[in-house]
């Protein structure tokens, strides 16, 4: 036999225990050839080298736990089963009473009775201000109002003294007439100037109707009515002056009303929109052609800042008759309502999307200013943008007839509060000495605004310098000095905040605090530059 | 009643009752146990894999009716198609987990750290040849099977086993020679 064949054979043979032999004519060969021996030796070697010298035992009742196993898993099946069967017998009772209900639901729905039509109009979104609603139906009675979309504003008249006899008070409304034009009108009081009167200014969106009404009232007095119904816009003019002592008048010198009263108008109109936190008016106007004639189109935008979503009213004018012929409101891009004033029968509103908008959102309850995310700062906002920001309010005082600025704003934040928004107003009335009040203003939906006197001023110089204190300029005063560096020093405390009224213009919000050298250190927040004055009272 | 032997059921069809599968575990749990622990190196891997293939086994008896006459071969392919998944899996995962894998065999008691670092040695060894031959190595000298029930398992010809077989065991030899003599 050759080496070769007898080296295949000594392999087949390696892993066998070597009490087997070979066969005689293989030992025959090893006995002879030293190269073979060497080969099956080093052979043994290799597979000894890896022939593992221990083998694993199979844990001890694996074979148990494993038919246990089975048998559970079985048995789950088999229950599982049988507990189907058995919710399947159980159900089907409940199958065919469904089905029966089912029957009877169709029938009703073909049956006009008056009980299924009730279960049927389920309650429409509550408006936003549930409350006010309510007290309104209540004054009014015969106007049905199932399922609105309430908006109000009150348009304050304010006591006049002796100073303003002359001066007429008014304000300026704006109003689609029944041709499509818009009205700009004069809205006075007639009267004892010397009470508060306070019209009321209120629309909503009728679902049953399928129609917008607005009300001007007073003390609960109607004195006008205009509605879209019917396709077209109806005016009512219930004026009475010697009941309501309330007197409207066109202005004929306005050609087109300004941008916030186009806002205003919309806002009546579609009564969607009363918890703005921020109003940015967009004033565009486009000339366009719309069926060979040229048309103007003003757009208004409404921004609300905490969910980024945005209300856009579009109105095209002709500029030749100075007539609205249409209105289209827009969320984002989907679209909720349409007046073509002057067209019957293209005009009708969205009624299906509109009680889509999700008016309520349940987790935007009052809005929030995060403490992290609200920079510190105090700032001078103009009057008109905060009357936008909470035009329900009494800071609709800016259409005074005085027509100058009546009040001055800074805006900053409550620390302690961060859901209310804190408003320091400054009253300039010249009928008075200068009134300066701290408040607070919290917007949410339920109550819309709530102002509430927080603060008083507690020291007037003769060079006009007045210095604040509240607890919340405190809070704001220990927010707002652990981030600042130059402020950051070993055992600061009894930190203090100021607001100051340096000029006419200019204000500053200090923080005072003392370190336990006793050193004061006060901080101009504006700038966040520490002052090295070190002052004993920091009242004085 | 008598209990089947490893040749008896090495070629009989697949078990169906529960009798018979019981017979099976007792047959096979011990081979298995061992096939899959020279191949996972762990020794609760190789228990969690068994059950789980025995468990297969079992819940898919009927599918596997038509497995006949091969119930031990098909056994074990099973086996080691889910430690060669295993091994791609292993390998496509991050370097970390494979430090992971042998601080483990540095911690237990002294003799079963030992006993993985003897496997992890002939894994070593077996991994410098290619893997069929390696393969039918392992089954032929750690799993004691012969050419024949190794020839089932690959399904494939006896010849063909034997030859990997020799070309494997001579390669080791090169190699471990050359270790010794470098």
Same mark, same amino acid.
């Given at each position: 036999?050759?080496?070769?064949?007898?080296?295949? $054979?000594?392999?087949?043979?390696?892993?066998?225990?070597?009490?087997?032999?070979?066969?005689?004519?293989?030992?025959?060969?090893?006995?002879?050839?030293?190269?073979?021996?060497?080969?099956?030796?080093?052979?043994?070697?290799?597979?000894?080298?890896?022939?593992? #010298?221990?083998?694993?035992?199979?844990?001890?009742?694996?074979?148990?736990?494993?038919?246990?196993?089975?048998?559970?898993?079985?048995?789950? *099946?088999? %229950?599982?089963?049988?507990?189907?069967?058995?919710?399947?017998?159980?159900?089907?009772?409940?199958?065919?009473?469904?089905?029966?209900?089912?029957?009877?639901?169709?029938?009703?729905?073909?049956?006009?009775?008056?009980?299924?039509?009730?279960?049927?109009?389920?309650?429409?979104?509550?408006?936003?201000?549930?409350?006010?609603?309510?007290?309104?139906?209540?004054?009014?009675?015969?106007?049905?109002?199932?399922?609105?979309? %309430?908006?109000?504003?009150? &348009?304050?008249?304010?006591?006049?003294?002796?100073?303003?006899?002359?001066?007429?008070?008014?304000?300026?409304? /704006?109003?689609?007439?029944?041709?499509?034009?818009?009205?700009?009108?004069?809205? #006075?009081?007639?009267?004892?100037?010397?009470?508060?009167?306070?019209?009321?200014?209120?629309?909503?969106?009728?679902?049953?109707?399928? #129609?917008?009404?607005? *009300?001007?009232?007073?003390?609960?007095?109607?004195?006008?009515?205009?509605?879209?119904?019917?396709?077209?816009?109806?005016?009512?003019?219930?004026?009475?002056?010697?009941?309501?002592?309330?007197?409207?008048?066109?202005?004929?010198?306005?050609?087109?009303?300004?941008?916030?009263?186009? $806002?205003?108008?919309?806002? #009546?109109?579609?009564?969607?929109?009363?918890?703005?936190?921020?109003?940015?008016?967009?004033?565009?106007?486009? !000339?366009?052609?719309?069926?060979?004639?040229?048309?103007?189109?003003?757009?208004?935008?409404?921004?609300?800042?905490?969910?980024?979503?945005?209300?856009?009213?579009?109105?095209?004018?002709?500029?030749?008759?100075?007539?609205?012929?249409?209105?289209?409101?827009? =969320?984002?891009?989907?679209?909720?309502?349409? &007046? %073509?004033?002057?067209?019957?029968? +293209?005009?009708?509103?969205?009624?299906?999307?509109?009680?889509?908008?999700?008016?309520?959102?349940?987790?935007?309850?009052?809005?929030?200013?995060?403490?992290?995310?609200?920079?510190?700062?105090?700032?001078?906002?103009?009057?008109?943008?905060?009357?936008?920001?909470?035009?329900?309010?009494?800071?609709?005082?800016?259409?005074?007839?005085?027509?100058?600025?009546?009040?001055?704003?800074?805006?900053?934040?409550?620390? /302690?509060?961060?859901?209310?928004?804190?408003?320091? &107003?400054?009253?300039?009335?010249?009928?008075?000495?200068?009134?300066?009040?701290?408040?607070?203003? /919290?917007?949410?939906?339920?109550?819309?605004?709530?102002?509430?006197?927080?603060?008083?001023?507690?020291?007037?110089?003769?060079?006009?310098?007045?210095?604040?204190?509240?607890?919340?300029?405190?809070?704001?005063?220990?927010?707002?000095?652990?981030?600042?560096?130059?402020?950051?020093?070993?055992?600061?405390?009894?930190?203090?905040?100021?607001?100051?009224?340096?000029?006419?213009?200019?204000?500053?919000?200090?923080?005072?605090?003392?370190?336990?050298?006793?050193?004061?250190?006060?901080?101009?927040?504006?700038? $966040?530059?520490?002052?090295?004055?070190?002052?004993?009272?920091?009242?004085? | 009643?008598?209990?089947?032997?490893?040749?008896?059921?090495?070629?009989?069809?697949?078990?169906?009752?529960?009798? +018979?599968?019981?017979?099976?575990?007792?047959?096979?749990?011990?081979?298995?146990?061992?096939?899959?622990?020279?191949? =996972?190196?762990?020794?609760?891997?190789?228990?969690?894999?068994?059950?789980?293939?025995?468990?297969?086994?079992?819940?898919?008896?009927?599918?596997?009716?038509?497995?006949?006459?091969?119930?031990?071969?098909?056994?074990?392919?099973?086996?080691?198609?889910?430690?060669?998944?295993?091994?791609?899996?292993?390998?496509?995962?991050?370097? !970390?987990?494979?430090?992971?894998?042998?601080? +483990?065999?540095?911690?237990?008691?002294?003799?079963?750290?030992?006993?993985?670092?003897?496997?992890?040695?002939? %894994?070593?060894?077996?991994?410098?040849?290619?893997?069929?031959?390696?393969?039918?190595?392992?089954?032929?000298?750690?799993?004691?099977?012969?050419?024949?029930?190794?020839?089932?398992?690959?399904?494939?010809?006896?010849?063909?086993?034997? !030859?990997?077989?020799?070309?494997? &065991?001579?390669?080791?030899?090169?190699?471990?020679?050359?270790? +010794?003599?470098?």
């Amino acid at each position: 036999m050759k080496c070769h064949r007898i080296q295949n $054979l000594i392999l087949d043979r390696l892993p066998l225990p070597p009490e087997v032999e070979f066969s005689p004519d293989v030992q025959c060969h090893l006995a002879d050839c030293p190269k073979c021996q060497q080969f099956y030796c080093e052979c043994v070697k290799v597979v000894q080298s890896i022939r593992p #010298s221990t083998s694993p035992i199979v844990p001890p009742g694996f074979k148990d736990n494993l038919i246990h196993r089975i048998r559970a898993n079985e048995l789950g *099946i088999r %229950y599982e089963r049988s507990s189907a069967a058995d919710k399947s017998r159980l159900w089907k009772p409940a199958y065919v009473i469904s089905l029966a209900l089912l029957i009877l639901i169709g029938l009703a729905w073909f049956e006009p009775h008056a009980w299924f039509s009730c279960l049927w109009n389920r309650e429409t979104p509550l408006p936003a201000d549930l409350r006010l609603a309510q007290a309104f139906a209540g004054e009014f009675p015969s106007i049905p109002r199932t399922g609105v979309l %309430y908006q109000s504003r009150d &348009i304050l008249f304010r006591p006049l003294n002796d100073y303003y006899r002359e001066v007429h008070q008014w304000y300026p409304i /704006s109003i689609i007439d029944e041709n499509g034009k818009i009205q700009c009108m004069k809205l #006075s009081f007639i009267g004892d100037r010397k009470e508060k009167q306070i019209v009321k200014d209120e629309s909503w969106y009728d679902f049953d109707r399928g #129609s917008f009404i607005r *009300i001007l009232s007073i003390n609960g007095n109607p004195f006008y009515i205009n509605a879209f119904e019917d396709n077209k816009i109806v005016l009512t003019n219930l004026q009475d002056s010697s009941e309501n002592r309330i007197n409207i008048i066109s202005i004929e010198s306005y050609i087109l009303p300004q941008p916030e009263e186009f $806002l205003n108008l919309a806002s #009546s109109l579609s009564a969607l929109w009363t918890d703005c936190n921020e109003v940015k008016i967009v004033h565009s106007k486009t !000339t366009e052609r719309y069926h060979g004639k040229p048309i103007q189109q003003i757009k208004s935008t409404l921004h609300k800042k905490n969910d980024y979503t945005n209300l856009y009213y579009y109105f095209n004018f002709r500029p030749d008759t100075n007539q609205i012929f249409e209105i289209n409101t827009y =969320l984002h891009k989907t679209p909720l309502l349409s &007046i %073509y004033p002057t067209q019957k029968s +293209e005009a009708r509103p969205y009624p299906r999307d509109l009680q889509q908008i999700p008016l309520l959102p349940d987790n935007k309850k009052y809005f929030r200013f995060d403490k992290l995310d609200a920079v510190p700062y105090i700032r001078t906002i103009d009057l008109n943008t905060l009357r936008e920001t909470a035009w329900q309010g009494i800071l609709y005082a800016k259409l005074d007839p005085c027509l100058y600025p009546i009040a001055r704003i800074v805006d900053m934040f409550d620390f /302690s509060v961060p859901s209310k928004r804190m408003v320091a &107003i400054v009253y300039d009335n010249p009928d008075h000495c200068p009134l300066i009040l701290l408040q607070s203003i /919290s917007l949410n939906r339920r109550y819309g605004l709530k102002i509430e006197k927080i603060g008083r001023p507690i020291h007037t110089s003769k060079s006009e310098k007045t210095i604040w204190e509240s607890h919340f300029l405190d809070a704001a005063a220990n927010h707002i000095y652990q981030i600042i560096p130059s402020f950051i020093k070993p055992q600061t405390n009894d930190v203090r905040g100021y607001l100051l009224k340096e000029s006419q213009d200019t204000y500053a919000f200090l923080i005072a605090g003392k370190t336990t050298d006793k050193t004061q250190i006060i901080l101009f927040l504006d700038r $966040l530059t520490a002052f090295p004055q070190t002052t004993n009272d920091s009242n004085s | 009643m008598k209990s089947p032997s490893l040749t008896e059921l090495w070629e009989a069809g697949w078990p169906q009752s529960q009798e +018979e599968f019981e017979a099976f575990v007792e047959v096979f749990q011990e081979r298995l146990y061992r096939f899959l622990y020279y191949r =996972l190196r762990n020794l609760h891997d190789a228990e969690d894999v068994m059950q789980s293939i025995f468990l297969k086994a079992y819940n898919e008896r009927n599918k596997l009716q038509k497995v006949k006459n091969q119930a031990g071969p098909y056994l074990f392919r099973m086996a080691m198609n889910i430690c060669i998944d295993r091994h791609r899996k292993k390998k496509r995962e991050p370097p !970390t987990s494979e430090l992971d894998s042998t601080n +483990e065999l540095q911690i237990g008691i002294p003799a079963e750290a030992m006993e993985q670092a003897e496997i992890g040695r002939i %894994y070593d060894i077996l991994q410098q040849i290619p893997e069929k031959q390696a393969e039918v190595i392992r089954l032929r000298i750690m799993d004691e099977l012969s050419f024949s029930e190794i020839a089932k398992v690959f399904g494939c010809f006896e010849t063909t086993v034997r !030859t990997r077989y020799r070309y494997g &065991i001579r390669k080791l030899r090169q190699i471990i020679q050359k270790e +010794e003599n470098p």
